[in-house]
């Protein structure tokens, strides 16, 4: 496996937006809904909770399968996987295939994190519900939860490279998340339902 065409594959597969082709196949123009954005959560204000779900596991699986192959070929603390991982994730929200303008990323991080760790994987998702549960906003909730990643995988003493790498997609994760964060601020942001 040569690690290049890994990193290519990574960013083409994660430019591959699932969302926007769902909703398309459905009718709808996924940007002139909601937020706008193309991922789980404003299909879910447009088509509903089962479509939400079915985004969300796409967009998890493209980040998951390169990660989970990287891991294999080149191993957990290779230079192959950090790439790999960001390579998802920025071919998310720099799609190839749509003009460069993609989502939050916050699906596709979520399989590159199961990808290094179920564990943490596991407790980011515990965190993202509990915030939702609590506040009510998928973007608070994806938020804290890409930050507290970083940290977990500090606590649990996983190597330089992947907590670089987790601190690199959070940074990444909070700059497409501006505009929601000004909002959260503001009180004015977009529930679940609420478009
Ligand atoms: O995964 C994106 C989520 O955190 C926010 O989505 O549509 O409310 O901007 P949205």
Do not use: Q
């Amino acid at each position: 496996m040569d690690s290049l065409l890994l990193i290519v594959l990574a960013y083409l597969l994660g430019s591959v937006l699932f969302g926007e082709h769902i909703a398309r196949a459905k009718g709808i123009d996924i940007r002139s809904v909601g937020s706008g954005n193309v991922g789980a959560t404003n299909v879910g204000r447009a088509l509903g909770k089962k479509y939400a779900l079915i985004v969300f596991l796409l967009d998890m699986l493209k980040g998951l399968f390169p990660v989970f192959l990287a891991r294999l070929y080149f191993g957990l603390e290779s230079w192959t996987l950090f790439m790999v991982g960001i390579a998802s994730v920025l071919g998310h929200v720099f799609p190839i295939f749509h003009n460069f303008k993609g989502g939050k990323a916050v699906a596709t991080a979520f399989g590159v994190l199961l990808g290094v760790s179920f564990k943490v994987a596991f407790l980011s998702l515990i965190i993202w519900l509990l915030v939702f549960k609590l506040k009510g906003y998928v973007s608070l909730a994806s938020l804290v939860s890409s930050a507290s990643a970083v940290f977990l995988l500090i606590l649990f003493g996983f190597p330089f490279k992947i907590v670089l790498m987790s601190l690199v997609i959070a940074s990444i994760i909070f700059y497409k998340h501006k505009d929601n964060i000004s909002r959260l601020l503001e009180g004015t942001e977009h529930t679940f339902s609420k478009e």
